[in-house]
């Protein structure tokens, strides 16, 4: 078991020091309306860059281009940022900071606009920190604001200024939308990107959506696992009934909940993965202080765990993943339970089964988005609760085969 964690340590310090940079082909396009096609460092921005890092080849230096000198950049003809002054109304949505003047308050500034839709009309996006933004424009027309703002009206009341609805219902027209196509839109991105497709399909336009990186954020995944386990325990005063089990390979299956967070090109997850196990084993021992001098030490264990923890992916390429597991490990048993016989068939008093908490470190590899395989360790995990004269070692280490069947 030392050696497996020493093995396993040793390739987890080996990758998280290496610090991976992902750069994408690409292009931007300069003051002088020059494309330069390029690779460009893919930080999947949470909030709307000011500037980018980028180098012309594979073995060049890394340069930075910034705001001021880039009208336009696109990453994997997928992701794509233009330059524009707009006026824009940064009011604060927070209840303690809400004004009483249900007009916003635009202030003319040069940002970048993430294109989320594009055809006869354009759809942005614009995120900073809690603030977001959207804006639309026609073909090469001035860029607008679409105007959500909440404010405190009489009484304190929160109302909600929702001029975007008219103003998209003013521009995009299509016979078949209703108005409770417009009385639903709501200011979020996937409610508006969604009004623009329709607006373009109704009308037979030819468009184009950028960013679906938002896709399939919840990964349900079956796991089963081969387990090596081990388990000896102690007593601080008499060492009669002291155990050592040796370890067994067992068999474990756990359901998993992947939760992918919408940021950092996906790379994050919070995972959740009730796993039924068990450990039944049965030791005979030679014990002098014991009548007849053998003891057979039998313990019956079986439990759900549940890992609570963070995974980080490294992408290899677009079909292959290597993924770092950090779990806290939740152990609810069923009736467990360690038993004493002598030889002449008399028991001594059992030992109840009590597992507090423990952690838990993974390392994966993932392919197609499908199969994955990771070798998990267990640090040692507490089977006698709060009575701190019994100690216990007890570890496992899993191989664990998955499969994403949602």
């Known amino acids: 078991m030392k050696k497996h964690l020493l093995l396993f340590l040793t390739i987890i310090l080996s990758l998280s020091s290496y610090s991976q940079i992902t750069f ?25 860059p000011t500037e980018f890092e980028y180098r012309l080849s594979e073995n060049s230096d890394y340069q930075t281009a910034s705001i001021t000198t880039v009208k336009e950049f696109s990453i994997n003809d997928d992701i794509k940022y233009i330059r524009a002054k707009v006026d824009i109304d940064r009011s604060s949505s927070k209840l303690e900071k809400l004004s009483n ?23 942005y996006q614009y995120v900073d920190n809690n603030l977001s933004r959207y804006f639309y424009s026609k073909n090469n027309s ?19 200024n929702n001029r975007f609805r008219q103003q ?51 990964n349900l995944n079956i796991r089963p696992q081969l387990r090596n386990t081990s388990l000896a325990f102690q007593h601080d005063n008499t060492n009669n009934k002291d155990t ?19 940021y950092n090109k996906n790379k994050w997850a919070v995972i959740v993965e009730p796993t039924y ?22 313990i019956k264990y079986s439990s759900i765990e549940i890992p609570l923890g963070l995974r980080h992916y490294f992408f290899l390429n677009n079909d292959s993943k290597i993924f770092l597991n950090a779990s806290y490990v939740i152990d609810l048993g069923t009736n467990s339970i360690i038993e004493f016989e002598r030889k002449d068939g008399s028991k001594l008093s059992p ?33 006698f609760g709060n009575d701190l004269s019994w100690t216990s070692d007890y570890k496992s280490l899993a191989v664990i085969f998955g499969y994403t069947i949602f």
């Open 168 to 218: 998209l219902y003013n521009d995009l027209k299509c016979p078949s939308f209703e108005l409770n196509d417009i009385e639903n839109l709501k200011y979020k991105k996937q409610s508006l990107v969604n009004f623009f497709i329709k607006y373009n399909t109704c009308n037979n336009l030819e468009y184009k959506v950028f960013d679906q990186s938002e896709k399939d954020m919840f």
């Open 277 to 298: 196990q068990n450990f039944n084993v049965e030791k005979t021992s030679n014990v002098r202080e014991v009548s007849g001098g053998i003891l057979i030490t039998s």
């Open 351 to 383: 030992l109840e089964i009590e597992t507090r908490p423990n952690a838990a470190f993974g390392l994966g590899y993932k392919h197609n988005d499908k199969y994955s395989l990771e070798i998990r360790y267990q640090t040692n995990r507490q089977f």
């Open 101 to 123: 003047n249900k007009r916003p308050i635009f202030k003319e500034e040069e940002l970048f606009l993430k294109v989320l839709v594009e055809g006869e009309y354009i759809l």
């Open 24 to 48: 994408n082909n690409g292009y931007y396009i300069n003051n002088a309306n020059q494309k330069i096609n390029c690779q460009i460092k893919n930080i999947d921005w949470k909030n709307n």
């Open 142 to 160: 001035d860029i607008e604001q679409l105007i959500y703002k909440s404010y405190k009206s009489d009484y304190n009341k929160v109302n909600t």
């Open 244 to 262: 050592d089990f040796g370890s067994k390979t067992g068999f474990a299956i756990g359901l998993e909940a992947e939760f992918i967070l919408p």
